[in-house]
């Protein structure tokens, strides 16, 4: 009799579940966010050399840190700290976004600077904070690089230039995408891919409008928005003009503290968190958001719920899901 009923309350779980599912999930057509696909089809050959390019201290003015540096493929995408050092040993101004899924995203960078990673990744490469690298210089080591000059040969036929540089690096980088992670699956139909505190948490997410902002496929990444619309954030340490957002590109008022919308897939790993790294843990930013962007001071239990949802988020590299470093405190 046991055994019965234990079977009875196991189906009406499963039901309960389901009801939930079907709830927040709601008509197809009306949900602000996708399921994430695989990305387009790509030149075998000039993806593979742009991952070699990119884990290549070729590219960096003194040789000494790659693209990998910042943004490594183990680990999120990212590199856990605040802001990243640059070529003189000063903070760069922004945190470093995550790497992965960047090929579907519109707008780039901090402040939205790009919609295209070619012009994205050659700001990266001469940018005195970054890679601090000249064309002339690149292309001469690049040329000069046996392996390197057969590789651009053989993938473009023809020497390294700066076209074929940024079109190889653009293709390894469109082919970093994070499909099959748990909300895809739900998505998809599956609906008992999320728990029961994450299913709470989406229904969070878009009854208090975090999804009119974080919306499609990569739950933003595709607009701007001002970071302190209901109240100032905390600050940051140390302050600097980085916090001033889009107005360091447009000298407008308007667009002082506006910054891209980041796009949230496998934000689970990618800590710290916002421009500049000031939040350590995901529930610390998620409290920040609720008070500085939606208005509302969130309940411990909110702030759980709907950092459980986010963890659903997470993807699949070559078919393992992405981790963070075990050294990095989560929540």
């Known amino acids: 009799m046991r055994y019965i009923a234990l079977c009875v309350l196991c189906f009406l779980l499963t039901l309960a579940m389901e009801a939930i599912a079907q709830e927040v999930l709601g008509l197809e057509g009306r949900e602000p966010l996708a399921p994430l696909e695989d990305g387009p089809a790509l030149e075998p050959k000039a993806v593979e050399l742009g991952r070699q390019l990119f884990s290549d201290p070729i590219l960096s003015a003194n040789q000494d840190f790659s693209c990998m540096t910042c943004h490594d493929l183990s680990t999120g995408g990212t590199v856990h700290v605040p802001r990243p050092l640059g070529p003189h040993g000063e903070e760069y101004r922004f945190n470093a976004p995550t790497v992965f899924n960047v090929g579907s995203i519109y707008r780039l960078g901090w402040r ?12 990266v490469l001469l940018d005195e904070g970054l890679m601090a690298v000249s064309w002339p210089a690149l292309m001469s080591r690049l040329q000069q690089n046996r392996a390197y000059a057969n590789s651009f040969e053989e993938a473009y036929g023809r020497a390294p230039d ?21 909300f895809d699956r739900y998505l998809e139909g599956d609906t008992t891919a999320l728990s029961t505190m994450q299913l709470e948490g989406y229904r969070l997410f878009k009854d208090y409008g975090c999804a009119s902002c974080h919306q499609g496929a990569n739950v933003g990444g595709n607009m701007f928005q001002r970071f302190g619309i209901f109240a100032s954030p905390p600050v940051g340490e140390p302050p600097n003009d980085g916090d001033l957002g889009r107005f360091t590109l447009t000298g407008k008022e308007s667009d002082k503290g506006v910054f891209r919308v980041p796009s949230l897939r496998n934000v689970e790993v990618t800590a710290p968190y916002f421009h500049d790294g000031r939040a350590a843990t995901l529930a610390q930013a998620v409290g920040i958001m609720g008070v500085s962007q939606l208005g509302r001071k969130l309940t411990p239990e909110e702030i759980a719920n709907l950092v459980e949802f986010l963890k659903s988020l997470t993807g699949e590299y070559h078919g393992s899901k992405l981790k963070a470093p075990t050294s990095t405190s989560r929540d």
Request: no cysteine.
């Open 112 to 123: 939205g600077d790009f919609t295209s990673l070619e012009r994205q990744n050659e700001k």
């Open 162 to 182: 700066r076209a074929n540089i940024l079109d190889a690096l653009s293709a390894f980088q469109r082919s970093l995408t994070t499909p099959n992670s748990a």
